[in-house]
Structure formats: C-alpha cells, structure tokens
C-alpha cells in the first residue's frame, strides 16, 4: 500500500475510531463553571464561544480586508436578516450564529476554523478522511466569507459531510442535493454552495437531478466520490460497479454495464469536468480549487477508496507502484505524457494509443497536447482505459496498456443559471413594473364557493 495513505486517526479520532469529546462551553475539567467562564486561559480542551455581533467587546464583524465575496449575478442582492441586537436603526445585518464573524471575521481564517466538534464516523481508513481534510485545507485560501459557506449532501457515507463542516449545511433526501442546491444558490447567490454526493446518490436515483444541474450550469461545486459500491448500506452494487461484482446484492456477479461519471457529465454538456483521487491529496487540492475559480457547475469525480467493502478498486491508478504507468495527469497547453515522461499518448485518427519516446522512434513532438476547451478530445479522453476489455470501443493498443487520465478533462464558459435567472427578472420588472400579488390573484377567472 502506498505511503499516501491517509491517516484513519484524522480530526482528534483514535485509532479504534473514538476520540474524546470536546466539552460544552463553561464545563472545563475542573467544573468550575463560573471560574472557566470568567477566565480568558480556559483549560485545555475548552474554548469561550465566540459571541454573534453586537453581544461580545471584540466579537463584533470587521471591515479589515482580506476576504472577498463571490460576485452575485446582476440584480441580485444579500437579503436582508432580523437586526442584530443592540441595533438602533435595524440595518446591521443579520445575526450570525456563535463563531460567525462576519466579512470574513476580521482575521485569517485556518483549517481549524473549518472543523466542526463533531465526532468523525468513517472507518478508520476510509477514503473520505483524506477528501474532508483536503477541502478543510483549501477553504481558508478561498477568500470567502466563511458564513457564506454552504455544504449540501444526499445519503450515503458521503451525505455525513455537512457535519463535519463548521461551515452552514443541508443533509438533503437520497439524489436530490443537486435541487437543493439549485435553490440555495438560486435565491442567494452570494452563497458558496458545494455539493458532496457519492456515485449511488448521484448516479441512480439523484441520475435526473444530477444531469439538469449540469446542463443548466448553476455556479456550484460537485464533488462526486466514486468507490463503485454502496457502503452505507453494507456493500450493495452501484451504476459504477463493474460488470461481474460480486455483493451482497448480486451475489453471482453484476449483469449491468456501469457508469463511467466523466461520461455521463461530459453528455449532460457539462462546462466543467474533472477527476482526481483520494490518494493524491495535492493533486485533488489543486482540482478543487480550479472547480471553485470556475464560472459554472464544477463536476469533480474523486477515486475514493472503500477499504471495507471494495478494497483496491483504484490501487493500479492511485498506488507508488503502479501509479505512474497507469494514470496519465492532464495539463493544459502540455504534451500528454506519463511513466516519468518515457511514455506518451498520440493520435492515429480519432483513436488514442502509447508511443514508445525512448526507442528513438518517437519523440514529445508526436503526442497529443492537451486541450481542455475540445469537447471532441474530452469525449475521447474521458473514455480513455475507463473499459480495458478486448471488446471495448476503445481497447489496449500493442502490448502498451492505455493510462487513465486525471485532470481537468474540459472547460468551458458560459452563462450560470443564476446570472440568466436574474437577468431576467431584471429585464422583465423593467418592461412591467413591479409585479402585484394580490392583484395577480384576483386576475382572471375566479369563483366563489358557498
């Protein structure tokens, strides 16, 4: 197994999968209640509540700069909230929940900052450990407000990602975090709204919602983790389980042809399409932070890896020992080329194959550059070693066995639906006025009922 793999004891948990809880505020170890309330050096493991604005001395939203705010579509505004207590004019903004500081809190933010004081419940070894850490390292760097932040999730092992967010979240019904969030970010569009979803969720009974939040290119993050079995519920097959798994629920092999994700987003007319894995955290760092610059829906597929019931799916992509001669990483403008650059992938017509750049025969001028904004070479690429059967469209070439790339595989820009949304009820109030409910209710047939 690799050295990379992420350690099972992340966020305070021990190695049985335990840690030891953080206690309520002004409950510190000695219980003196009123002493730990009164003193600024808590003892360890305590910490005094920060205080929503208005009802501490420092506590209060600060104007330094530091952090930016998404810009929203045109005619869009924050919506106003209750005021804030001790408000003579009820114009300060809404009140904010214990932590919250508003406008970025004044300070740096840090991955801490992040991390909720809930109790981690993966298996130890679990994939998920090392995608959770990664996303709570990138956030600080983001430069959004952190109560601007929002986490939306289905049901699955990935659905328990809002809560171990200290960050604003929606642990939504099976498949339909993709509705949720088009709502969210639909009437709030200043919001940050990222969806956590896994390949059952998002890919059977999430299918339909899934392709409309693609193709209507909602300005949100999709972070898809794919360990081709349904783990939740005990080890059942997924659409992304191969042909011939044996589970609990197709005990004498699969008979379905699975999904492959990057397919399935790059048909819904996906503006962004992407896939790392759990094993890479720098690479997936990266790849987050390139869906989130990105104008639009960022599809993120992640190779996650279910230790307990599909151990190794991915180990010939993700593993020191195999990694650099069956994953090819993708680079925009750069040649394509792997196995330390003695490998590289050209075209013959429309079909991808390996060429040999030590024999002489070949050389980094031959292969193909990669060109993210192509829909014709992503729909190549994404089908690239995703099958490696004989009988595939797409089959091994030679003796040279076909990388899987990793990357961003398209991009593309174009309108979200936000900013559309908006502009047209911005175009239409122009044209109409403002509109009148009470007069739209009373419009037209109407009949009395005695």
């Not at 050295?3 to 190695?15: A, R």
Request: net charge negative; hydrophobic share 30%; aromatic share 6%.
């Amino acid at each position: 197994m690799s050295n990379e793999t992420p350690d099972p004891s992340q966020n305070g948990q021990t190695p049985d999968g335990t840690r030891k809880p953080d206690l309520p505020p002004g409950l510190a170890d000695d219980g003196d209640d009123a002493e730990a309330e009164a003193s600024d050096d808590a003892s360890p493991g305590t910490k005094k509540p920060d205080l929503p604005p208005g009802l501490g001395e420092e506590n209060g939203a600060s104007d330094e700069p530091g952090t930016t705010k998404p810009v929203g579509p045109p005619g869009a505004k924050k919506p106003a909230g209750p005021p804030s207590p001790g408000s003579d004019d009820g114009d300060d903004g809404p009140t904010l929940p214990p932590g919250y500081g508003g406008d970025g809190a004044g300070e740096a933010l840090s991955r801490e900052d992040f991390q909720s004081d809930q109790e981690v419940r993966w298996c130890p070894g679990c994939g998920d450990y090392a995608i959770l850490s990664t996303v709570q390292r990138l956030l600080p760097d983001l430069g959004v407000d952190k109560e601007n932040v929002v986490f939306v999730s289905g049901i699955g092992c990935a659905g328990r990602f809002p809560y171990y967010m200290d960050t604003y979240g929606i642990h939504g019904i099976h498949g339909r975090a993709p509705a949720i969030a088009t709502g969210l970010k639909t009437s709030n569009p200043e919001l940050d709204v990222w969806v956590v979803t896994g390949d059952g969720d998002a890919l059977s009974i999430g299918g339909n919602h899934l392709i409309h939040v693609l193709r209507r290119n909602l300005d949100t993050q999709i972070l898809l983790f794919n360990n081709e079995i349904y783990g939740l519920t005990k080890g059942q097959y997924s659409p992304t389980s191969d042909e011939g798994t044996v589970s609990k629920s197709t005990p004498h092999g699969s008979v379905d042809r699975p999904f492959n994700p990057v397919s399935v987003a790059l048909g819904a007319d996906a503006s962004f399409v992407a896939r790392t894995m759990d094993r890479d955290p720098q690479h997936m760092k990266s790849m987050m932070r390139a869906a989130h610059a990105h104008d639009g829906t960022g599809f993120l597929e992640i190779y996650q890896n279910c230790n307990i019931f599909n151990d190794g799916a991915f180990f010939e992509f993700t593993e020191r020992e195999t990694k650099d001669q069956r994953a090819l990483f993708l680079e925009h403008g750069e040649p394509m080329t792997f196995a330390d650059g003695t490998k590289g992938i050209r075209l013959d017509t429309l079909q991808p194959e390996v060429i040999d750049l030590e024999g002489g025969d070949w050389s980094v001028d031959d292969c193909l550059v990669h060109d993210e904004t192509s829909q014709e070479l992503a729909t190549i690429l994404g089908r690239m070693s995703w099958q490696d059967a004989e009988d595939e469209a797409i089959p091994r070439l030679d003796e040279l066995q076909l990388p899987r790339p990793f990357g961003v595989i398209h991009r593309t820009e174009r309108p979200t639906y936000a900013e559309q949304v908006h502009q047209q009820i911005a175009d239409v109030t122009t044209q109409k006025g403002d509109g009148d409910l009470d007069a739209l209710l009373r419009s037209g047939e109407t009949w009395t009922i005695e």
